[in-house]
């Protein structure tokens, strides 16, 4: 069984600088690719950034040049680095895995607990 820990949360003035982490545990043969999504308040879930497990990154528009996304496949861990970060950052966070599951292409999608982040001004 497949689980995903995320970490890193919590309140930040408005400029200031968050790192998220998710944690996949569990036996699996490899990462396709993990995403963060996130949602506000009365809103949607969103992409934020994702990545594969080859390097590949993805991102919303408006967070492009503020956050980063990396994956350590050794630590089996994605991280989100926020930069700059605005009040309209302020969601909870969720984490989001394709995990290939062995060498015989089986595959599933995991859920994070999500994390909440809060930008003050």
Not at 81 to 98: F, G, I, L, P, W
Request: hydrophobic letters at 35%.
């Amino acid at each position: 069984q497949v689980r995903l820990v995320e970490s890193g949360g919590g309140l930040v003035q408005a400029g200031g600088s968050l790192r998220l982490s998710c944690a996949a545990s569990g036996s699996f043969f490899s990462i396709r690719a993990m995403t963060w999504y996130r949602q506000a308040p009365g809103k949607q879930r969103e992409l934020v950034a994702s990545i594969t497990g080859l390097g590949r990154t993805n991102y919303v528009n408006s967070v492009k040049g503020r956050f980063t996304i990396s994956l350590d496949n050794a630590k089996k861990t994605v991280y989100l680095q926020m930069n700059s970060m605005k009040r309209e950052d302020t969601a909870v966070y969720y984490c989001y895995a394709e995990i290939l599951l062995d060498a015989l292409g089986r595959d599933e999608d995991y859920w994070g607990q999500g994390t909440q982040v809060t930008v003050s001004s």
